[in-house]
Every structure is written in C-alpha cells, then in structure tokens.
C-alpha cells in the first residue's frame, strides 16, 4: 500500500511536467483526455477521478505566458516575471507567488497534513534500489495527424520491508510507454515546432525534476529512486503526445482476499494484472489564436495568502484521492515535540500546522486548543485564538476571562 501511495504522489507533479515543456512566443493548445484503473477499490471511485483530473485538460501558451486547467485549479505561469498564478476556480479565488517558491511551500503543505511515518518504514523507504531500462521499440503511429514514435521505459523497485513484517520485502515495476512527435514533424507542424524550441528552455527554468524532490520530502528516498525515471523521460525534449502507464505490485493471497472482501462486486483479482493503470492521449493540438483574457484573473475572485491556498489546495486534493490527512496512531507525542520546538523556534506558522492537524482528528483535545491559541497570539491573530478560547470555555459550563459575557 505504501508503494501504491509513491505512485498517487508522482501525480502530484503532473502540473510541473505540463508546464515545463511549453513554449514561450507562438499561440499553441495542447488538451489531453486521461483515463485511471486501479485494481484496489477506491471509495465511489473518487481517488481514480482525481488521478484522471491531475492527467487531463487543455494547456495554452501565448507571449511567454502558459495557462493549464486541472481539475478546479488553474495553473498560470508567466516565464518573463517568473510569477505564478494560482485560481480556485470552485471557490473563487486566487495566489500569486514566485514560481521558485511553489515547490517548497506546497512540499510544506503536504508534510504537514500527510501521515507522520515509522522509524520503520523511513528505514525501508531509504533503502530502495531501482533499475531503469529504456529503449525505442520502433513502432509509430499517427495522433492528431502527427508522427508519433514511441519509447518504453521499464522502473523495477525493491523495498524491504522493516523487521516482523509478513514479507521480507516489497517489488514494484512500472512499465511506461510514451509516444512523442517525430523529429521531422517539428518542421512541418507549427505547434510541434514551437513546443520543440521552446521545451529545452522551459525544463531548464521550471527543474521539475528539482521541484519534484522539494515536494516529496516527506517520503525519505523517494526523489533519488524516482530521479533515474524523471531523467530519462525527459531527456526527450519533443510533444509527448500518448502515454500509457502499468503498474505492478505483487499482492500476497491474504491481500487479494482482503481487496475481494472489499469489493466483492469486482471478483477475484489477478494476481499478474496491473495495480494500476494510467493512460494520456494528446485529442488537440492547435497553433490557433489564444485568447490573451485566460492569463488574467477573472473578476470576482478573492485574493488570499499563499500558505492559506496551498494548505486549501492540498487537504481537498488528498481528501479526493482517499488519503486521510492525520497523524497516525501514536504519533501525537511527536507531532507536539516537533511543534513545541517551532514555536521556540518562533516558527509559529509551522506550529500551527501541526496543532490543527491533530485537531482533525481529536477535536476535543484541550491541551491542543491551548497551544495553538498560544501560538495564535504569537502570530497576531487574537480573534481566532479568542474564539478557540471561548469554545473551550463554553464547553465546560465558563466563560472566557474578559469577553463580557455572563452566564
């Protein structure tokens, strides 16, 4: 289960890999449609539409400006200013930040709200081995009137796994088959022309490959196992324009019969079928005229702070792939020694982090709301920690000191 969570957060840089390889002059859109299976049941398969949404949706390029859609957030990146624009499109509202910062402060988000790991499992994580193997497999195929050629690239990871566990260790193969446009086709097509010239200095501005071990942080060694895999799949700088990806995780008899006991609708599984497939397929490439008004932000949408979209941004992005945003059991001592040592560190907005992750999920925990009032008032916001105060108080038949009220 811990490698089919590697696999959901390499989606998590989708966006990044998007956007890196646009071009910078020219007026070009590129729409992907994307489809996911997996093999575990998901609930009302929202895990398997937030997947589909992070791998489809239009991108669009004009005067160094690049405009992508995915799910309700739009991505818009300006490469002059190096400025990136963030929209909430179902709430309504927007960030602005460097593009620079992006990756460290959604990296931030994300260990905040994810699970806290085992000394255990850090352990076996850091002691991953991969095997890449790539090679083009000489077939081709036309996609949207384009020459397409395509190239398979094979990923082998080991994972052993920590003492007393049922298996001694854990295997994962990824078999990844991208078909890109031709070398000839960047100068017959204008849009594949401008994506070619463009994408070597889009990869090098963007690193996503940097970016990409910022964010996942959290997973000890996983940026080094999934590095070899970044950097031969974009050492091609031409469209991408299908990619088909399985993944393999072998499942023991006991886990089978655990996932038909989940989903008995769904039938005996098997044991050599793909945990998981992804597939992406280029249905328009157009170099027709973009609109200059997409890289604006509409009227009506409220500006907020960029920890607050991010940390919005996250929680609803993980709540929607299935991944609860707690601390695990017998975490929380932890979490409030690494909090209490932000605050004496004055790193309030670290601390308050990890006081309201614990709340989701001990609301009641006094000791917590304390803290984080505390540390409220650290951070100049009076009114919430009054309100935490008054709540607590209220709960316990008082009123807070000096909030005038009586009972």
Request: proline share 6%; aromatic share 6%; net charge neutral.
């Amino acid at each position: 289960m811990k490698l089919r969570t590697l696999g959901q957060s390499l989606l998590w840089t989708v966006p990044l890999w998007i956007c890196a390889a646009v071009p910078l002059c020219a007026d070009v859109t590129v729409r992907y449609e994307s489809d996911t299976k997996t093999t575990a049941p998901m609930p009302s398969g929202k895990a398997e539409n937030a997947l589909r949404d992070r791998m489809s949706g239009p991108t669009r390029m004009k005067n160094g400006k690049s405009w992508t859609n995915v799910g309700q957030w739009t991505y818009i990146i300006d490469y002059t200013t190096q400025q990136l624009t963030l929209l909430d499109n179902e709430h309504r509202t927007f960030t602005k930040l460097p593009q620079a910062e992006f990756s460290d402060k959604l990296g931030e988000r994300m260990s905040a709200l994810m699970p806290r790991m085992p000394d255990a499992v850090k352990k076996s994580m850091e002691g991953m081995k991969t095997s890449v193997q790539s090679k083009k497999t000489g077939r081709t195929d036309t996609i949207q009137g384009i020459q397409a050629e395509e190239r398979e690239v094979e990923m082998t990871v080991e994972m052993p796994m920590p003492a007393g566990a049922p298996e001694a260790g854990m295997n994962m193969r990824m078999v990844i088959r991208i078909w890109t446009a031709s070398p000839q086709e960047a100068l017959r097509n204008q849009a594949v022309r401008e994506f070619t010239g463009y994408s070597i200095y889009a990869n090098q501005f963007m690193n996503p490959l940097g970016q990409m071990q910022k964010m996942m942080g959290n997973f000890p060694g996983f940026a080094e196992t999934f590095k070899p895999l970044y950097t031969e799949m974009s050492q091609n700088n031409a469209m991408m324009l299908r990619l088909r990806m399985a993944m393999y995780t072998p499942m023991s008899a006991a886990m089978r019969k655990m996932l038909v006991e989940l989903n008995p609708a769904g039938g005996p599984i098997d044991p050599d079928a793909p945990t998981m497939q992804i597939t992406s397929e280029a249905v328009e490439v157009s170099s027709a005229p973009v609109e200059e008004s997409i890289f604006q932000v509409p009227a009506g949408y409220q500006a907020v702070p960029a920890d607050d979209f991010l940390k919005s941004m996250v929680a609803e992005q993980m709540a929607g792939m299935g991944v609860e945003g707690k601390p695990a059991a017998g975490s929380v001592d932890q979490l409030l020694d690494e909090a209490r040592s932000f605050d004496r560190n004055k790193e309030f907005g670290k601390a308050e982090e990890i006081y309201r992750t614990i709340l989701k999920s001990d609301p009641s925990n006094i000791l917590v709301k304390g803290l984080l009032a505390h540390t409220l008032f650290q951070e100049d916001k009076g009114d919430e920690a009054m309100k935490i105060i008054n709540s607590v108080a209220e709960s316990n038949g008082a009123s807070a000191p000096g909030n005038g009220r009586q009972r």
